[in-house]
């Protein structure tokens, strides 16, 4: 957990846009990826990104990705309150695509 | 599709005795499943990973004799908590992934506290 990083909490308006930010450490990871995570529920996948792309726009969620800052972020475009949840930032570890190092997680609570 | 359960959802057990937590694939082979352990307002650790028919693969510092997995099935994996202690109160999340894709799909979690 301690190899990717992320703000704990985020809160912004209804219609607003959100971005959360995330920082890792291994420059060998294939994909990174973004989940949800709502009260009582699993993870659910929200979007990936190759580490070849430097930007991923799938209907309101946009992924940017700055490989020579390991920096990844992911911006909700008219944020509603079925966003608010908590949001897991996750990278690939190593040459294993398959094995995940997560981070703690941002709380994203959309107010009216 | 890509259903994945666990049973159960939250169990309180007393300190010294042991705890199975099932993670069921419900709609697809689960080639390789993990399992993960969430402490409050912290990332989810990854402690092992199993694939169908072998040994767990654990991660550094989880014990093995402790946290017991097996996984039998295409479609089940468990992890049983021995001689349980406060300490591995927690939060334990499994996934599943088929041999075709690079996604993970989670479990609900189960809440697992010791007294």
């Known amino acids: 957990g301690e190899d990717v990083e992320q703000s704990l909490f985020l809160s912004v308006r209804e219609g607003d846009s959100s971005v959360i930010n995330c920082t890792y450490t291994d420059s060998s990871s294939t994909y990174l990826y973004w989940y949800k995570q709502e009260p009582g529920a699993g993870l659910q996948l929200l979007t990936y990104?190759?580490?070849?792309?430097d930007m991923k726009q799938d209907q309101r969620l946009t992924v940017l990705l700055n490989k020579k800052d390991k920096h990844l972020s992911l911006r909700i475009a008219d944020t509603q309150t079925g966003d608010s949840a908590i949001y897991f930032c996750?990278?690939?570890?190593?040459?294993?695509?398959?094995?995940?190092?997560f981070g703690a997680g941002t709380t994203v609570t959309v107010r009216a | 599709g890509a259903v994945v359960s666990q049973h159960p959802s939250r169990v309180i057990c007393k300190s010294g005795t042991s705890v199975k937590i099932e993670c069921r694939s419900l709609d697809f082979q689960a080639t390789t499943m993990f399992w993960y352990r969430q402490f409050p307002k912290q990332s989810l650790m990854l402690m092992a990973t199993?694939?169908?028919?072998?040994?767990?693969?654990?991660e550094q510092g989880v014990e093995k004799d402790k946290f017991l997995i097996n996984h039998a099935s295409l479609t089940l994996s468990t992890l049983t908590v021995t001689s349980a202690h406060p300490e591995d109160s927690s939060f334990y999340i499994c996934?599943?992934?088929?041999?075709?894709?690079?996604?993970?799909?989670f479990g609900p979690g189960t809440r697992l506290t010791v007294t």
């Open positions: 996750a990278e690939s570890i190593g040459s294993n695509d398959y094995k995940l190092s």
């Open positions: 996934s599943a992934r088929t041999g075709y894709s690079y996604e993970q799909y």
């Open positions: 990104i190759f580490s070849n792309m």
């Open positions: 199993s694939n169908e028919g072998s040994k767990a693969t654990y």
